[in-house]
């Protein structure tokens, strides 16, 4: 029998790439009728006092944020998620929503920063060394944290337009994500080894605003 302790005990990584399987509530259908019934409803009924309720109001905010609706605001859905989590959180797991202090907030940068370069030294598949170097950047440049299945495409966008990334690396670096999305749907490959050594540079370099791309 495995010993391994369940996804939700499990300690948080930090630096993940994948943000790993959406959350799908769902219930058996009623015992009597055989209907099928609203998960939430049967959270609503069957969890304590307010623990329901609020778990229910959380959830829902949650596929806001997942999936939003056309024309809804995905940065207010978040926040209005967060400030829910804020509140309640004590309630639902008995553990208080705390947000992080500038001292802890920096001293998490680093410790996720550094895990990111170890991997990245490391990486051998080419979508990893991409993937984990617009990871690092990302950080760099703007001082959040990203992470997903957008990280080559709307990620990689926004991060092309700030100011503190180089055109030329900026440029390389989509070039490099398309190329590579092209080869994966053509069953061609991957990117070659010279271009990945240049996209692992971009990552580990020190400044990315005075990189060079084209002494690579």
């Given at each position: 029998k495995?010993?391994?302790l369940p996804l939700y005990c499990s300690a948080i990584d930090i630096a993940a790439r994948?943000?790993?399987r959406c959350l799908k509530l769902s219930c058996t259908p009623d015992p009597d009728s055989g209907y099928a019934r609203d998960p939430l409803k049967v959270v609503r009924e069957l969890l304590p006092g307010n623990v329901?309720?609020?778990?229910s109001e959380q959830y829902s905010l949650c596929l806001k944020v997942e999936t939003p609706t056309e024309g809804a605001n995905r940065g207010e859905s978040l926040r209005q998620f967060l400030a829910h989590a804020e509140e309640h959180t004590l309630t639902i797991c008995g553990l208080p929503f705390k947000k992080l202090d500038k001292?802890?907030?920096?001293s998490f940068l680093a410790s996720r920063r550094q895990t990111l370069r170890s991997r990245l030294e490391g990486a051998q598949e080419p979508a990893h060394v991409l993937e984990l170097t617009i990871m690092l950047l990302y950080q760099t440049v703007k001082n959040q944290c990203v992470a997903g299945s957008l990280l080559t495409g709307p990620i990689l966008s926004l991060l092309s337009k700030e100011r503190?990334?180089?055109?030329?690396?900026a440029?390389?670096?989509?070039?490099?994500?398309?190329?590579?999305?092209?080869?994966?749907?053509?069953?061609g490959g991957a990117l070659d080894s010279v271009l990945v050594e240049s996209v692992r540079g971009c990552g580990l370099c020190k400044d990315i605003?005075?990189?060079?791309i084209s002494k690579r």
């Open positions: 495995s010993r391994r994948d943000l790993g329901g309720q609020a778990l001292k802890s907030e920096k503190k990334m180089p055109q030329e690396v440029a390389f670096l989509e070039a490099s994500a398309s190329k590579a999305g092209n080869d994966a749907n053509s069953n605003a005075k990189y060079d």
